[in-house]
């Protein structure tokens, strides 16, 4: 995923991200957030704060989500998604 946007709507469970880039070059700082939310709900039920990744780097992220999982993305993220 590059951009913000709905990974999988209704329940599941994140297990983690992968992080293939994250450019720290530009005028906006990498960040990513990870959010449980149906659509039209602002700004839903944070799942993992707002953190600022790293290149190359797989992330474990054990959280188990109701409504639908979310990812905001700012600045230039390249990452993977590993849920069921």
């Known amino acids: 995923m590059t951009a913000s946007g709905y990974v999988h709507i209704g329940p599941g469970y994140l297990a983690g991200v992968f992080v293939s880039t ?3 070059d530009g005028p906006v700082k990498p960040s990513i957030t990870f959010r ?3 659509d039209g709900e602002t700004p839903g039920d944070v799942l993992v704060g707002t953190f600022t990744p790293n290149d190359a780097t797989f992330y474990l992220v054990p959280i188990g989500f109701s409504k639908g999982l979310w990812i905001d993305i700012t600045g ?9």
């Open 22 to 24: 994250a450019s720290k």
């Open 36 to 38: 449980d939310m149906i």
């Open 76 to 84: 230039n993220v390249d990452c993977s998604l590993n849920y069921i």
